[in-house]
């Protein structure tokens, strides 16, 4: 059974921007941090954006300012906002449940130059 399941995620210009969303269930949503991560070819996953059940967030040096993390508890969903999108951005971005160690299966993002 998936508990995480992204969308979002497409082919965008440089500069350009993208909205990711994880569905997951009021439970798992309630009770953990949840994050999203990315992992480009040949590249380890690396954590890009951190909000806790409180709503408290944290990024990555190499998005702060370009991307938001937020969720909606109505309809049990986080977001990744992301802004002047670079190429160096293109990657499959997975989002993670911490504390259930849940993965969802990833959505990808492409930014041409």
């Known amino acids: 059974q998936v508990q995480l399941v992204e969308s979002g995620g497409g082919l965008v210009q440089a500069g350009g921007s993208l909205r990711l969303s994880c569905a997951t269930s009021?439970?798992?949503?309630?009770?953990?941090?949840m994050s999203w991560h990315r992992q480009a070819p040949g590249k380890q996953r690396e954590l890009v954006a951190t909000?806790?059940?409180?709503?408290?967030?944290n990024y990555a040096d190499s998005v702060k300012g370009r991307f938001s993390i937020s969720r909606d508890n109505a309809k049990n969903t986080v977001y990744l906002q992301m802004n002047n999108l670079k190429p160096e951005d293109t990657a499959v971005y997975y989002c993670?449940?911490?504390?259930?160690?849940?993965w969802g299966r990833g959505t990808q993002v492409t930014v041409s130059s």
């Open positions: 993670y449940a911490a504390r259930m160690n849940y």
């Open positions: 909000i806790t059940s409180g709503g408290s967030t």
């Open positions: 009021r439970s798992i949503l309630y009770t953990n941090t």
